[in-house]
Nanobody, 117 residues
Framework: QVQLVESGGGFVQPGGSLTLSCAAS????????MGWYRQAPGKQREFVAT???????NYLEAVKGRFTISKDNAKNTIYLQMNSLKPEDTAVYFC???????????WGQGTQVTVSS
């Protein structure tokens, strides 16, 4: 079992910045990546960013150049630095951590990000 706890969401004006955090605990030894999805009301959940144990980073095209994912291995925590935020970024952001055997994705509870003037 893996537990994921997100924090850092809030309200920000367009062009502003927020940093999200996700702390992982439990049976994390087989986790091979961590990352973020987001879901706006009435829309499907979409991939935002991942950092793999290999060090490879992946981003949704719409956030490239604005969002940065990073990991503090000592704390087993990932971060999502979000700059130049747009109203389109408004969503609940969910942390996830996949394990290979059996294939399964663990999810956090979500943290709300609202970008509005």
């Amino acid at each position: 079992q893996v537990q994921l706890v997100e924090s850092g969401g809030g309200f920000v004006q367009p062009g502003g910045s927020l940093t999200l955090s996700c702390a992982a605990s439990g049976s994390t030894s087989s986790v091979y990546a961590m990352g973020w999805y987001r879901q706006a009301p009435g829309k499907q959940r979409e991939f935002v960013a991942t950092v793999h144990n290999s060090g490879i980073h992946n981003y949704l095209e719409a956030v490239k150049g604005r969002f940065t994912i990073s990991k503090d291995n000592a704390k087993n925590t990932i971060y999502l630095q979000m700059n130049s935020l747009k109203p389109e970024d408004t969503a609940v952001y969910f942390c996830f951590a996949p394990v290979p055997f059996p294939p399964y994705d663990y999810w956090g509870q979500g943290t709300q990000v609202t970008v509005s003037s």
